[in-house]
């Protein structure tokens, strides 16, 4: 049957009620798998491990002891906020391709769930800083 202007397309409709249906079915399992995330980030030196959780909570931070012999913690402060930052940015790596793995594309673009966004960004790029703030 011809498409007639102003009428929807049931076939398009009920496949995307169907895969709607399959996506709400499958929420606890997606949750339990975005629960499950972590993302590992090393300094480029290889002296510091960050591994943070779904939300970027840290969960572990090593560092390796060899760091002591030149102390400088401004060095130390730096490459342990770019190690952290890094294990983020996995983690919402991994996050991402849960959720791409749970809807199917047109569903994601209609929800406008597209978590690359969101998860990609960090607070640091987006906190007002007071000296930013001429409110």
Do not use: Y
Request: net charge neutral.
């Amino acid at each position: 049957m011809a498409d007639v202007p102003g009428r929807p397309d049931w076939g398009v409709l009920r496949d995307m009620l169907s895969d709607l249906r399959k996506a709400t079915a499958e929420i606890p399992s997606t949750q339990r798998k975005m629960l499950e995330v972590t993302g590992t980030g090393r300094s480029s030196d290889g002296m510091i491990k960050a591994v943070v959780g779904p939300r970027g909570h840290l969960l572990e931070l090593d560092i390796d002891p060899r760091v002591l012999r030149n102390p400088n913690s401004k060095a130390l402060s730096a490459s342990i906020v770019q190690t952290v930052r890094a294990a983020i940015e996995d983690a919402g790596r991994k996050s991402t391709e849960v959720m791409n793995d749970s809807l199917p594309s047109d569903l994601r673009k209609l929800a406008g769930t597209d978590m690359r966004g969101f998860i990609g960004s960090h607070d640091a790029d987006v906190r007002i800083r007071p000296e930013d703030d001429n409110g």
